[in-house]
């Protein structure tokens, strides 16, 4: 790995601090930030002109599915990661139905192995629960958390026995999150659309009440159990009502399809966007998108779930649910902000901010004082197409194709070391390291030194 250079000054930003952006410099040393808003002049072993640019913390991405060990003709841990890098990403957390599935802290190592050799960006892997594994899961430590399949899973990753989930949240202390859809919902559904080919009946399987059921479900396992818990990729505005009432137990996010597409998109997308949770209406859309800038809804998140574009065309039902978004989450939303539909501290908080206090990242998720320097510089006068022979993850296409984007990623740094940038591509020598998680009061604050109740 390439020596770093000891103090680097970035000169003239636009940083985008947690309640404003400001315009200044940030001085980092040894890949901690230790001034936000230095002088002009401060001596530096590098100087980064940053005028015109503007200076956010690295996203960190916390539902992804990189498909390694088992399915790396999807994806793998290093075409993923740097996808990551171009897009933004500076950390991920990585789902555990991999194949074997990491339900184990042995499965979750191997894991963690394999990423310390390829990986561009910081990582860390959630393990995953089954029925009769909560011994194994309740010994687990200094990893996100667990993640459970409450729906829309195979073999022992699926828990849906009501006795299974109470042991899961009596009987463990880490952070749970689940994908929350109602699986017998869900087979009489699929029962009912029996024989049909037309994939708009996908969103009619996994319907509003597939949903409905399971995150009111797991809620309220939650509210009982005082354990914390976060909603992963809400999908329909009737959720909202079992996150509305205030619980420090309860966090929840939406991912990027399911604000940006419906089911009007099927007859021109198809398979591109058939995810579970599956898309949902319009009035969906816009309610979910009301839900994050209220705050009922603290994350923005991928789900990042390849598959090759000739598994997806094979005809429904046999094409496979799961859409790549990686690369394209920061500058999607960028060009959102841009369009005046919200502002880049509200980005920082969903895409960054909130996922470090969420899941204990100590050390990340702003740019502030202490912190560590995972920071990405956009241009938010760039514009650029989305094109499926220019993405870098490793099944090369992406459901955004061919929409015109303005603001966009130009560099990102990880421990303030440029793993990527516009201009010079990748650092292909450099590694990123695993995240350090503190659950000691509950997760939800992460700051430099442990875990606290204030900013």
Known sequence: MPEAVKRTLFRNANVVLPEEVRAGSVLIENGIILDVDAGSAVQADQVVDCTGLHLLPGVIDDQVHFREPGLTHKEDLESASKACAAGGVTAFLEMPNTKPPAITMAGVEVKEQIAATKSRVNYGFYIGATPDNVEE?????????????????????????????????????????????DETTVRQNAERYAGTTDITDHSRIRDENAAMIATKRATDLARRHKHRFHVLHVSTAAELEFLTEPTPYLTAEICLHHIFFNTGDYARLGSRIQMNPSIKTKQDNEGLWRALLDGTIQVIATDHAPHTLEEKSQPYPQSPSGLPAVENSLALMLDRAVAGECSLPQIASWMSDAPARIWGIVGKGRIEQGYDADMVLVDLEKQKMILDEEQITKTRWSPWHGHSLTGWPVQTLVSGHQVWSAENGFDDQFRGSKLTFDHQRGGFWATPNGIGTDH
């Not at 990893?143 to 989930?165: C, M």
């Open 137 to 181: 899961l309740s010994k687990a430590t200094n990893i996100p958390g667990i993640k459970i399949f409450i729906g829309s899973s195979t073999g022992n990753l699926l828990v849906d026995e009501q006795a299974a989930l109470e042991r899961i949240f009596a009987g463990t202390t880490l952070p749970i999150c689940a994908h929350c859809e």
